[in-house]
């Protein structure tokens, strides 16, 4: 099955500064792939997503990159900002779509 | 309501007990998928529904754990004797097909603690 790897686990950064999270994947089937960020005692929340006919998608401050090849896409996140504190993670879905495959998640905390 | 609802939103149950926990997905979705998550750790795939498909039960840890879904909207996932290990939060989603790659959202979970 698709096996899903995310880095850093942690990451600090100053306000203002830009956030990059990797993920890689092993399942080059694997066609969708979503980021959720999750608040402490709340459940994940889908900010962005790119499919594999895309190589890029942003939205605001926040965009995403894939690369097929290498079976990796990142998230980036610029000018942070406190509310940006929170665990990420990304994900990788096959066409079947039966199931999201998720990464371990990165707890980024933004310093004022 | 407009996005995915869980109940209860936190459980305290004791071991060897049964527990049932109820997931509302988004109106008109026909994919629902059940994900368990430990403390600090990832997502761990529990089951997925589409419409009147057999449902995907490939990551139930246990033959303790069973989930329904009835009439393609409410479901329910039910723990059987349950053990310490089972305490986690457990997360439903939904999506409007589980084909093609759209987009699965979330609810708050139900926070399960067995003592």
């Known amino acids: 099955g698709e096996n899903v790897e995310q880095h850093p686990s942690t990451l600090s950064v100053q306000e203002g500064d830009s956030a990059v999270i990797k993920c890689t994947y092993s399942d080059s089937a694997s066609n969708y792939f979503p980021w959720y960020k999750q608040e402490l005692g709340k459940g994940p929340q889908l900010i962005i997503d790119?499919?594999?006919?895309?190589g890029e998608k942003k939205d605001q401050r926040i965009a995403v990159t894939l690369n097929k090849t290498a079976k990796h896409f990142s998230l980036h996140i610029t000018e942070t900002q406190p509310e940006d504190s929170a665990v990420y993670f990304c994900?990788?879905?096959?066409?079947?779509?039966?199931?999201?495959?998720f990464g371990t998640g990165t707890s980024l905390t933004v310093i004022p | 309501g407009a996005g995915v609802s869980q109940s209860p939103s936190n459980k305290v149950t004791e071991k060897g007990k049964d527990v049932e926990l109820r997931c509302d997905p988004i109106s008109g979705h026909t994919a629902l998928y059940w994900y368990r998550q430990s403390l600090g750790q990832g997502l761990e795939f529990l089951i997925y529904f589409q419409g009147n498909s057999a449902p995907d039960k490939s990551g139930l840890p246990s033959d303790r754990f069973s989930a329904e879904r009835t009439g393609g909207s409410v479901s329910t996932l039910t723990i059987q004797r349950t053990q310490q290990e089972d305490s986690a939060v457990y997360l439903c989603?939904?999506?409007?097909?589980?084909?093609?790659?759209?987009?699965?959202?979330f609810g708050q979970g139900t926070r399960l603690t067995v003592v």
């Open positions: 994900a990788a879905s096959p066409p079947t779509g039966n199931q999201f495959y």
């Open positions: 790119i499919r594999s006919n895309v």
């Open positions: 989603a939904s999506s409007w097909s589980g084909q093609l790659g759209t987009e699965a959202f």
